[in-house]
Antibody
Framework: QVTLKESGPGILQPSQTLSLTCTFSGFSLSTYGMGVGWIRQPSGKGLEWLANIWWDDDKYYNPSLKNRLTISKDTSNNQAFLKITNVDTADTATYYC?????????WGQGVMVTVSS | DIQMTQSPSFLSASVGDRVTINCKASQNINKYLNWYQQKLGEAPKRLIYNTNSLQTGIPSRFSGSGSGTDYTLTISSLQPEDVATYFCQQYNSWLTFGSGTKLEIK
């Protein structure tokens, strides 16, 4: 059974760095072809893909946010991470991680992040 | 970037109705198209992958079709538990999403 769960700070201030963790089970990021991605959704709005990381440590970023994003993984502990630098109120959203196989097949429940001074 | 235009944004239908939701891509996405259902407060659940393949455990009243730039999700007989927001996702080039269709029961 594939499960994913996101964790994060809940609230942070503008200009800070947002650090998110995705802890998953039921698959391994050392398996050929496997990937994990991050996607966010502001309240009442649509979904925006942020970044993917693959089994071979290849990384891909949304070009509109690329300069602010860093994705990484800890294969031995079944975790993936996302950092977003210099956040502002526009980064307030629910952040999801998902297993990437033929698009995003399994998603976590999401973690709400609020950027507020 | 590939843009996904989804319609309608809101849909009200009766139990038992046949319902269709459409997504149009800004370029050919080679059938790399998924459909998701998202109920209030829940994570998205994939219903259909590769345009027309039914995810395991999803009722057969859900089906997908399309090619090139035009894709459709069909619910053959709407059930009360189908109340949700539905959205499409292309994965021909990274991931982009449709804006969603909110489905309610009349």
């Amino acid at each position: 059974q594939v499960t994913l769960k996101e964790s994060g700070p809940g609230i942070l201030q503008p200009s800070q760095t947002l650090s998110l963790t995705c802890t998953f089970s039921g698959f391994s990021l050392s398996t050929y072809g496997m990937g994990v991605g991050w996607i966010r959704q502001p309240s009442g709005k649509g979904l925006e893909w942020l970044a993917n990381i693959w089994w071979d440590d290849d990384k891909y970023y949304n070009p509109s946010l690329k300069n602010r994003l860093t994705i990484s993984k800890d294969t031995s502990n079944n975790q993936a991470f996302l950092k977003i630098t210099n956040v502002d109120t526009a980064d307030t959203a629910t952040y999801y991680c998902a297993r990437i196989e033929l698009g995003a097949d399994y998603w976590g429940q999401g973690v709400m992040v609020t950027v507020s001074s | 970037d590939i843009q996904m235009t989804q319609s309608p944004s809101f849909l009200s239908a009766s139990v038992g109705d046949r319902v269709t939701i459409n997504c149009k891509a800004s370029q050919n996405i080679n059938k790399y198209l998924n459909w998701y259902q998202q109920k209030l407060g829940e994570a998205p659940k994939r219903l259909i992958y590769n345009t027309n393949s039914l995810q395991t455990g999803i009722p057969s009243r859900f089906s997908g079709s399309g090619s090139g730039t035009d894709y459709t999700l069909t619910i053959s007989s709407l059930q009360p538990e189908d109340v949700a927001t539905y959205f499409c996702q292309q994965y021909n080039s990274w991931l982009t999403f449709g804006s969603g269709t909110k489905l309610e029961i009349k």
